[in-house]
């Protein structure tokens, strides 16, 4: 991946570090430490996830390779899934008592605001 391909995985990803940490702050102040506490861990699961899958995506590659490529992103989504299953297994394990609610929303949010990230750039090129 170039440098300049590069930067919309790392905006992205910052992206869903700062959503996470800006949730999970607004959710401290206004709700109990476990809400907050369960937001942080479904925000930092989705962006961990997401890391894994990009570094292992979009790592270099050659074009002729094609196959080789698609086994890698089905070895990024089953990598995902696993870090996933994981997270929420050391959640529920450790944690007394989680708030489902925000850990099952932060994490779907945080976990989709790349798709809204990269939907925005597009337009933006796309206007150039």
């Known amino acids: 991946m170039t440098p300049r391909r590069s930067r919309h995985v790392f905006q992205s990803l910052g992206l869903q570090l ?12 206004l709700f ?25 995506v979009f ?3 050659r074009s002729d390779q094609a196959g080789s490529l698609t086994a890698r992103m089905m070895g990024a989504q089953m990598g995902r899934l696993v870090i996933i299953a994981v997270a929420f297994g050391v959640a529920f394990a ?7 609610l925000a850990l099952f929303g932060i994490f779907l949010l945080v976990h989709l605001a790349p798709l809204w990230w990269l ?4 337009d933006q090129a796309m206007t150039r």
């Not at 109990?32 to 292992?56: H, R």
């Open 18 to 29: 700062a959503l996470t940490l800006i949730l999970s702050g607004l959710l401290l102040a």
């Open 94 to 100: 450790y944690l007394d008592e989680p708030d489902l």
């Open 119 to 122: 939907h925005r750039v597009s």
């Open 32 to 56: 109990s430490p476990i809400v907050a506490l369960s937001a942080a861990v479904g925000g930092i699961t989705a962006t961990l996830g997401n890391a894994v899958a990009a570094a292992v």
């Open 59 to 61: 790592r270099a590659y």
